[in-house]
């Protein structure tokens, strides 16, 4: 079943902060973030692990509660460049040897000047 | 290194006709994926492989077929084309088990008249 992502989109101005979060009903093993300019492919932001949490870049950072399964991803001080779609993507423990990854469906950020 | 080249770009098929999309990797990796993302939906995933001569079916397997005959390459076959097939397709890649993010290809855009 497919993660559920909050907000659907969101509106920033430049150096505002933001948070997305990612709900699962089912348990996790990992979770990914992507992030999606308009006609390109996903790019990887982060993965998160069960049992661990691990921060990919300096202003983009990310926590994972695997009780309440449940990730959230945070965006401080928000460039031009944060702009674009965020995407969750998330593997159950009777997974985790395929790497496969259900994706929700999407948070839209722009990042106005 | 040109990291996932998928081929073609683009493509307009008219129902009931048969292609298939190319997926070729130079990183040496072992798992590799063939995802559609339409509209407010996501990336759901279609097949996988987790090596040369395996495949398996993902969320929404119907009306494809898949083969990886050689490591380096994962084919998406259409034997039918349908308008609900009318899509963009996106191949990933990733090193193994645990190995951190998807590595994505530039993605097929897809219409079926």
């Known amino acids: 079943q497919q993660p559920v992502q909050s907000p659907q989109a969101v509106i920033l101005r430049e150096g505002e902060d933001a948070v997305i979060n990612c709900s699962s009903s089912?348990?996790?093993?990992?979770v990914h973030w992507y992030r999606q300019k308009h006609g390109e492919a996903p790019v990887f932001l982060m993965i998160?692990?069960?049992?661990?949490e691990q921060k990919g870049h300096e202003k983009i950072s990310a926590s994972f509660n695997e009780k309440k399964q449940q990730s959230s991803l945070y965006l401080t001080a928000s460039q031009l460049s944060y702009s674009g779609t965020y995407f969750c993507?998330?593997?159950?423990?009777?997974?985790?040897?395929?790497?496969?990854?259900?994706f929700g469906q999407g948070t839209t950020l722009q990042v106005k000047p | 290194n040109a990291g996932v080249t998928q081929t073609p770009k683009f493509r307009v098929l008219k129902t009931g006709q048969s292609m298939t999309l190319l997926c070729a990797q130079d990183?040496?990796?072992?798992?590799m994926y063939w995802y559609r993302q339409d509209p407010g939906m996501g990336l759901r995933l279609i097949h996988y492989?987790?090596?040369?001569?395996?495949?398996a079916k993902g969320e929404v397997p119907d009306g494809y077929n898949v083969s990886r005959l050689k490591k380096q390459n994962f084919l998406l076959g259409l034997e039918s084309a349908a308008p609900s097939q009318t899509s963009v397709y996106f191949c990933?890649?990733?090193?193994?088990?645990?190995?951190?993010?998807?590595?994505f290809g530039s993605g097929t855009r897809l219409t079926v008249v």
């Open positions: 993507g998330t593997s159950s423990p009777g997974s985790s040897n395929t790497g496969k990854l259900i």
């Open positions: 089912k348990a996790l093993y990992s």
């Open positions: 998160l692990l069960k049992g661990g």
């Open positions: 990183m040496n990796h072992e798992y």
């Open positions: 492989s987790v090596g040369e001569g395996t495949t």
């Open positions: 990933a890649s990733l090193p193994g088990q645990g190995a951190g993010g998807y590595t």
